[in-house]
């Protein structure tokens, strides 16, 4: 303690008879203690996932690549998950319309089955009709 003994030390001050030191350091002024302001830095909080829910569906181009991947591994076997994966995703890009549209129809009814899905489990949930 560097306070004669009963007294508090005040925050910010040096030991006595520290060499080259200000007897009392200045405090600095701003927003210590607060919580950040929106749009500042800093990582993001995950959202919860709730158990027992249903599965999110997978998207037309997740749809494409489960199809076509192991064609595409086959006639390229020397490539790595990485070129692979921009093979599959420049392979999608150059696709016919006509072809990928089969895709996003089916990618559209996944979603649409996940979201009654969604809401029947939600209102399950609600009333406690759930076995979490």
Same mark, same amino acid.
């Given at each position: 303690?560097?306070?004669?003994?009963?007294?508090?030390?005040?925050? =910010?001050?040096?030991?006595? =008879? #520290?060499?080259?030191?200000?007897?009392?350091?200045?405090?600095?002024?701003?927003?210590?203690?607060?919580?950040? /302001?929106?749009?500042? !830095?800093?990582?993001?909080?995950? !959202?919860?996932?709730?158990?027992?829910?249903?599965? %999110?569906?997978?998207?037309?181009?997740?749809?494409?690549? &489960?199809?076509?991947?192991?064609?595409? %591994?086959?006639? &390229?076997?020397?490539?790595?998950?990485?070129?692979?994966?921009?093979?599959?995703?420049?392979?999608?890009? /150059?696709?016919?319309? +006509?072809?990928?549209? /089969? #895709?996003?129809?089916? +990618?559209?009814?996944?979603?649409?089955?996940?979201?009654?899905? %969604? %809401?029947?489990?939600?209102?399950?949930?609600?009333?406690?009709?759930?076995?979490?």
């Amino acid at each position: 303690m560097y306070a004669p003994q009963g007294q508090m030390q005040p925050y =910010g001050t040096w030991p006595p =008879g #520290y060499p080259g030191m200000p007897a009392a350091y200045p405090m600095p002024m701003g927003k210590i203690g607060k919580a950040p /302001e929106i749009g500042t !830095k800093g990582r993001r909080r995950r !959202k919860k996932v709730l158990q027992g829910g249903p599965k %999110k569906p997978a998207t037309s181009f997740v749809l494409f690549s &489960n199809t076509v991947r192991e064609e595409v %591994k086959a006639a &390229n076997p020397g490539l790595s998950f990485l070129e692979l994966g921009k093979k599959l995703g420049e392979m999608w890009r /150059e696709m016919d319309p +006509a072809v990928r549209k /089969e #895709y996003e129809d089916r +990618a559209t009814a996944a979603k649409d089955r996940y979201l009654e899905e %969604k %809401k029947i489990w939600l209102a399950q949930r609600a009333a406690g009709m759930t076995q979490d």
